[in-house]
């Protein structure tokens, strides 16, 4: 088969004999078609030179996220971290806390309004206890929940344009994917109406749930599944691929086989947010519009 080129040019010089063949259309075993081959004539032989150019697509993926490779946990722990965080915390707060509290109150059915300040007291516990757990696994003379820190690259990403550009996001992909969700699950979801209920039982409760939705969960979960995980995996792998990774944990930990694409899709969303602005006040404003959307729409319901 005949090797078509694109250029083919003989240059004499005193001082730099070189002869370039650039740009390949037909690859040969042993050569990538993007490389360029010099032959370098010096003392009487020939010196192959191949410069291997990157393509622009990666080098925008590149120089899309800002995290570093050197987070305040090791690499080693991040799983035994993990399942501390959800076997031992987010699993007893999440799922046994209102148990434990009908059982004290002696009450199998908790009131709309206690079961909100219930929630609330629960969900800051949550939050207290994996900071200290963060905390106390981080590496000595490390800061591994910091809100504050911006470098100079940071500086100039406005981590609000940042969150606001994810909101819109958001609600296109939620928007279309809760369409192809109404024809699988015909069902309103239990929570939703839980959530209404609470929201319609008085002041008390509303204030307690939209705590809970808008500052304590974000909060919560941003440390957690983008400060602590998405961070912590990206020395082992592109953080393209720690982004799904983390993004599919995240989808996985709400247990909601229903909602697990919408979550997962929120997960990457807030991620590419965090990962832009390298900022953890971007997602966690994110997280919060999208919580307080969800609520106003299951109160207005």
């Not at 009450?107 to 949550?126: D, Y």
């Not at 206890?129 to 106390?136: E, G, R």
């Not at 983390?246 to 997960?267: K, P, R």
Request: hydrophobic share 45%.
């Amino acid at each position: 088969m005949a090797v078509l080129c694109q250029s083919l040019a003989t240059k004499h010089n005193p001082s730099h004999n070189k002869i370039t063949l650039l740009s390949f259309i037909t690859p040969k075993p042993h050569l990538h078609p993007s490389k360029s081959i010099h032959f370098k004539p010096q003392h009487n032989s020939f010196k192959l030179h191949c410069s291997n150019d990157e393509q622009p697509s990666q080098q925008i993926f590149e120089g899309f996220s800002l995290l570093g490779s050197d987070p305040p946990w090791e690499s080693g722990n991040v799983w035994s971290t993990m399942g501390f965080y959800f076997f031992s915390l987010h699993v007893p707060f999440s799922f046994g806390g209102l148990s434990l509290v009908s059982h004290l109150f002696h009450q199998p059915v908790l009131q709309p309004q206690l079961k909100a300040v219930a929630i609330l007291v629960i969900s800051t516990t949550e939050l207290f206890a994996t900071v200290l757990l963060l905390q106390f696994t981080a590496m000595p003379n490390s800061k591994p929940v910091s809100f504050l820190e911006r470098g100079s690259v940071r500086s100039k990403r406005n981590w609000v344009f940042a969150a606001l550009i994810g909101f819109a996001v958001l609600v296109a992909a939620m928007y279309l994917t809760s369409l192809l969700a109404d024809t699988l699950f015909e069902n309103e979801g239990v929570n939703n109406q839980d959530v209404k209920e609470i929201l319609l039982s008085g002041s008390v409760a509303q204030a307690s749930i939209t705590l809970v939705f808008c500052v304590i969960a974000p909060v919560l979960e941003e440390i957690v599944y983008r400060r602590f995980l998405l961070t912590s995996l990206i020395p082992s792998m592109q953080w393209r691929q720690a982004l799904i990774v983390s993004s599919l944990i995240f989808a996985a930990a709400h247990l909601s086989g229903e909602n697990f694409i919408q979550l997962f899709l929120i997960g990457m969303v807030l991620g590419c947010s965090y990962s832009w602005t390298g900022d953890l006040r971007s997602p966690i404003l994110l997280h919060s519009m999208y919580n307080a959307l969800t609520l106003f729409i299951d109160f207005n319901a």
